[in-house]
């Protein structure tokens, strides 16, 4: 059973930054794309960032291009999300999630239904 713990997530006022991170129990985890993705309250969960295995390729929300990066750490089965200019828009909990038939693929993942483990996810308000 993979398993995913999200950190870095709390308050910060608009205009602000922060930088979440994701680490994976996955021993597969370097071979695997990655996502993050949102859900503000009474709303759909969003993608918000993919990355492939070998960080090659990434893929972002319009919502956040620009704003946030997504990025990994292979050796420490970690991945990252640098979330810069944040809007009150932005509040919501933050998911991360393995794509793991994207196994070796260049191809970032960007639809739910390419993501099966998740993880509990991580608050972030941003206050205007």
């Known amino acids: 059973q993979v398993q995913l713990v999200e950190s870095g997530g709390g308050l910060v006022q608009a205009g602000g930054s922060l930088k979440l991170s994701c680490e994976a129990s996955?021993?597969?985890?370097?071979?695997?794309?990655m996502g993050w993705w949102r859900q503000a309250p009474g709303k759909e969960r969003e993608f918000v960032a993919g990355?492939?295995?070998?960080?090659?390729?990434?893929g972002y929300g319009d919502l956040v291009k620009g704003r946030f990066t997504i990025s990994r750490d292979n050796a420490k089965n970690t991945v990252y999300l640098q979330m810069n200019s944040l809007k009150p828009e932005d509040t919501g909990v933050y998911y991360c999630?393995?794509?793991?038939?994207?196994?070796?693929?260049?191809?970032?993942?960007?639809?739910?239904?390419?993501?099966?483990?998740w993880g509990q996810g991580t608050q972030v308000t941003v206050s205007a």
């Open positions: 999630a393995t794509a793991s038939s994207y196994r070796g693929s260049y191809i970032t993942p960007t639809k739910k239904y390419e993501f099966d483990y």
């Open positions: 996955d021993p597969n985890f370097k071979n695997v794309a």
């Open positions: 990355i492939t295995w070998s960080s090659e390729s990434t």
